[in-house]
């Protein structure tokens, strides 16, 4: 096995619901709610589930963005959760992030030279000319022209100004990519050059992704290996064929059965899942999917899941205890 880059252990993010005329809380959203994975250096972790899951939440406590509930995170033996705020800084420098709207995560008011800049400024790398130097480098990297520099963010389409996005993102050399749903606002045929982009990129500068998505096809695409959320819980991990071809999770069945496939003679049966998804103040007991679970036991409505390890492929499911 390679080297772990990140371990995640009991990781939990509860925000506090208030009301009232003194706003006192009156319960909580368990957004994330205790989950645990760990990344290898130079692989892709695919994250996915339905809006509303967790995944966009557990991005954003991987580098500290907010701050966990509960639970520990430990990038290259540091851990994350306890550290000042100048450790934390030095330590955001090799876990950057690829926001989902390029259209939002960039400075309408900021040139392209000065966007890339200023991770470069915030961390002190490089006088003027050097940072001017690999603004243009990276811009090349990313398939636009360094004369893009002096433009602006209107300027530019949807997948250009995601390469811009991305190219932010490696302008301080980082060691792990956390990219929350970075094609999502795409259209379909400059999704693919995107993802395409993303894999050269890896291999070229021997990065470690976190990859969040919706969409089970765009993440077969590029993961090594995937994870299922749920209501805050992750409820399936494997390498990603073995997920794909041999799903354990009645959840994860139903999420596939729903992929469209390229081939009209394949014929496959959609299973369908009923009911709304929970509300995550207000979840259900035992497995948080048994309320709409086609394969639901009684164990499941009172005891939460254990997870089971059937060879390297991690399902938190009832179905298979001993």
């Known amino acids: 096995m390679s080297e772990l880059l ?71 033996d540091k851990e994350i959760t306890s550290m000042s705020n100048s450790e934390l800084r030095k330590t955001r420098r090799e876990i950057q992030m690829v926001f989902q709207d390029p259209y939002a995560s960039l400075n309408p008011r900021h040139s392209v030279e000065q966007i890339l800049e200023e991770p470069l400024i915030v961390h002190g790398i490089g006088t003027k000319e050097e940072r001017r130097k690999q603004v243009k480098e990276m811009l090349e990297v990313v ?85 299922v959320m749920y209501l805050g819980r992750l409820i399936e991990l494997a390498e990603s064929e073995e997920l794909y071809e041999n799903p354990l999770h009645p959840y994860t069945k139903a999420l596939l059965s729903a992929v469209p496939v390229p081939d009209p003679d394949i014929k496959r049966k959609t299973i369908l899942i009923e009911g709304e998804l929970p509300s995550p103040a207000n979840p259900p007991s035992g497995c948080s999917f048994h309320t709409r679970c086609p394969q639901v036991m009684d164990i499941c409505k009172t005891t939460r899941p254990t997870e089971h390890n059937l060879n390297g492929h991690f399902a938190a499911c009832h179905l298979y205890n001993e």
């Open 143 to 227: 398939g636009l022209s360094s004369y893009h520099a002096k433009r602006y963010p209107h300027q530019f389409s949807g997948g250009q100004r995601q390469r811009i996005g991305i190219a932010k993102a490696l302008m301080t050399k980082p060691k792990l990519i956390i990219a929350d749903e970075p094609v999502s606002a795409l259209d379909v045929s400059i999704q693919a050059q995107v993802l395409n982009l993303m894999k050269d990129i890896q291999k070229e500068f021997q990065l470690t992704y976190i990859f969040i998505a919706h969409d089970l096809g765009v993440v077969r695409h590029i993961s090594d290996r995937v994870g």
């Open 6 to 76: 990140l371990e995640v252990h009991g990781l939990k993010k509860y925000f506090p619901l208030t009301g009232g005329i003194f706003g006192k809380k009156q319960g909580e959203v368990k957004a994330v709610d205790d989950i645990s994975f760990y990344v290898k250096k130079g692989e892709t972790l695919g994250i996915v589930g339905e809006s509303g899951c967790g995944k966009s939440t557990t991005g954003r406590l991987l580098n500290r963005l907010i701050e966990a509930s509960e639970g520990k995170i430990i990038f290259e």
